[in-house]
């Protein structure tokens, strides 16, 4: 019987995309892993494998056959520091060696060496290439035995090709641009990897706990749940939980990427490695480590480069035929022009590393700098997909709403007060738990009303309510409760505009109406305005509330409705789109629009800090309740598509071009061997502008 099993395990050695290709492509070679995924900015690998065929040792050896390592968690610590250093010496020795090279060569070119280099006997030169080029061609070769080719396959090509026709020099200068390129896609790569390490660094690694009367520092790891923790003024609080004592103001920036912080006391949820600015507070722990919102968030972040876009795919089978096509032209060269050198000066050109290059590398900067603004990017695939959006659906409550009834109008009758009307009917609505009288309540504290007690109250089901206040009988509630309210002029108007009334009796007199009505957030408008400059030609309102208050907000926003829709309704509406051959990007609260954020396109899920099935419903998570994020994340899409477009037209036409000039004779070998490398440079400085600007334009 099958023991299947996921394990994480630690890589290092990884710089580019194509290394997490190799570690995958060995691990998932070995009998009994069932999948694997390998995520260059976390440094690991997940693993899912049957424990009865394949271990740990075994991964380990797959992952060092492909040349890189598996860290061992017991090393000293003193073996980290080493390896830094002895990585850092052999940096510098390599760039103070390539500058030296790269003058020799320049000169040869220009003559000014040409008696020096050819006195350098073949051997000596032979063996300043190998040692230059050894790391590189050790990984060339370990592909090449397990049937693979590789970027730097091609490249080792061009090394041989040189040597061959005595090009020493040239072949020196191949391996000192292919080690330059390796180091300009190590830092971009680091540069990107950095918005996983800053996150991950966020958390807090100990925590206070209550402990038989107690106040006790602990490893995070060793809190359980339900314990109390006690968070001081400044400090990080560690764990996700419910304040049960105390007051403080918090930062929850690192959540939800808001700048303005909360105020959190009793009964208010609160999140790790989020700062308690102001005052202290004792909570009770609901999830910690792994399971707490972020370190959820932080797992997302490492797993959404796995989800690769289509393009980055059709530039991945593209690199492996790509080997082929160039060894062809270089035999073609050869047959027409019996001109060694040509033929070895295409082989040297010709750089497939950049094609592999000019997806992943933009990808992987926009889902870091995305994840520093509170945006869940789950991976490539989903930014290809909302950059081609051209339907979005949008949840109503708690979505485009607050989610909460507000009063919006206070309507006094002749010979009453605003204030009072309020007060009278907040007071008699005090200890009702409708959300209609939090709002009456929520309205008066606004204003600065002091409540006065009621005394027999006295609820009605379906109508209202009634209560002694100051005295007087108050009834609060519908046409059924308050038969005067037929005479109320201007009434029909508020609920044309899909506004709950409240009408308000004193002594058996009415005193006027409230207005109820889930109100809507304020920066959406603009917002949708900015959607549809993007692009998105179809914005539609799916709600489940009755049918006149969708009616009036969607007139308000001028867009069309559907409205009484069940989950399964929604998810119809985006079938029907689908269908059509539209990408549908569905907006929702994560709660009960989960079933329609998982059949669109693209679900964004809002506001979702905390939410569990929003985390794992949607594609897109929005970490704030803020629709200025909705129009910022398509601009993101955008924006990394047409980065990737220009790396991928930039690379074809510069190879292209510089085949052809090659195959011609007019770029000789060491002209091709410093120009071979320039693309790579290229892209990487390009995908780099999406690391620098996270929400401004890039053209």
Known sequence: MSDFKNLEVPI???????????????????????????????????????????????????????????????????AQPMDELTRRILTLFGIVFGLVLFVVVVGEWLGAFAKITDRVPWPVGLAIVLAGGYPVFRNVVRATLRGQIISHTLMSLGVIAALAVGQWATAAVVVLFMRVGDYAEHFTTERARRAVKDLTAMAPQTARVERAGQEIEVPVGQVQIGETVIVRPGEKIPVDGEVIDGQATVDQATITGESMPVEAGPGTRVYAATFARLGHLRVRVAQIGADTTFGRVVKLVEEAEAHRADVQRIADKFSAYYLPVVTGIAALTFVLRRDPLATAAVLVVACSCSFALATPIAMLASIGAGAKRGLLIKG??????????????????????????????????????????????????????????????????????????????????????????????????????????????????????G??????????????????????????????????????????????????????????????????????????????????????????????????????????????????????????????????????????????????????????????????????????????????????????????????RSSAEVR
């Open 499 to 692: 506004k709950t009334l409240l009408f308000v009796e004193q002594d058996g007199v009415l005193a006027g109406w409230l207005a109820v009505a889930d109100t809507l957030r304020p920066e959406v408008p603009a917002a949708l305005a900015a959607i549809r400059g993007l692009g998105v030609r179809q914005i539609e309102l799916l709600t489940g509330d009755n049918a006149r208050a969708a009616a009036a907000l969607a007139e308000q926003l001028g867009i069309p409705c559907r409205a009484e829709l069940l989950p399964e309704d929604k998810i119809r509406i985006v079938r029907e789109h689908q269908a059509q051959g539209r990408v549908v990007v569905m907006v929702g609260d994560g709660v009960n629009d989960a079933p329609a954020l998982a059949q669109a396109n693209v679900g964004i899920a809002m506001g979702a800090a905390g939410t569990d099935i929003a985390l794992e419903a949607a594609h897109v998570v929005l970490m704030a309740d803020n629709w200025a994020l909705v129009p910022e994340v398509l601009q993101i899409a955008r924006r990394t598509l047409r980065v990737v477009k220009l790396n991928l037209a930039f690379t074809t036409l510069y190879n292209v071009v510089g085949l052809s000039l090659a195959a011609l004779g007019f770029l000789p070998p060491i002209l091709a061997a410093a120009a071979q490398s320039l693309p790579d440079l290229g892209i990487l400085g390009n995908s780099a502008r999406l690391l620098r």
């Open 380 to 497: 490539g695939r989903y930014l290809e997909l909302l950059a081609r959006a051209d339907v979005m659906l949008i949840d109503k409550t708690g979505t485009l709403t607050l989610g909460r009834p507000q009063v919006t109008d206070v309507i006094a009758a002749a010979g009453f007060a605003e204030a009072d009307l309020l007060a009278s009917a907040a007071s008699a609505e005090r200890y009702s738990e409708h959300p209609v009288a939090e709002a009456l309540r929520n309205a008066a504290r606004d204003r600065h009303i002091i409540l006065t007690e009621p005394h027999d109250f006295e609820a009605m089901p379906g109508m209202g309510v009634r209560a002694g206040v100051n005295g007087r009988m108050v009834a609060v509630g519908n046409r059924r409760l308050i038969p005067a309210a037929a005479d109320a002029a201007g009434a029909a108007a508020l609920e044309a505009q």
């Open 12 to 78: 290092a050695g990884m710089d580019c995309a194509e290394c997490a290709l190799h570690v995958e492509h060995a691990i998932a070679a070995l009998p009994g892993v069932a999948s694997v995924n390998v995520f260059l900015a976390a440094e690991k690998a997940a693993v899912r494998f049957d424990a009865a065929r394949v271990d740990l040792s075994a991964i380990r050896k797959a992952v060092e056959g492909a040349g890189y390592q598996v860290p061992v968690a017991e090393a000293s610590p003193s």
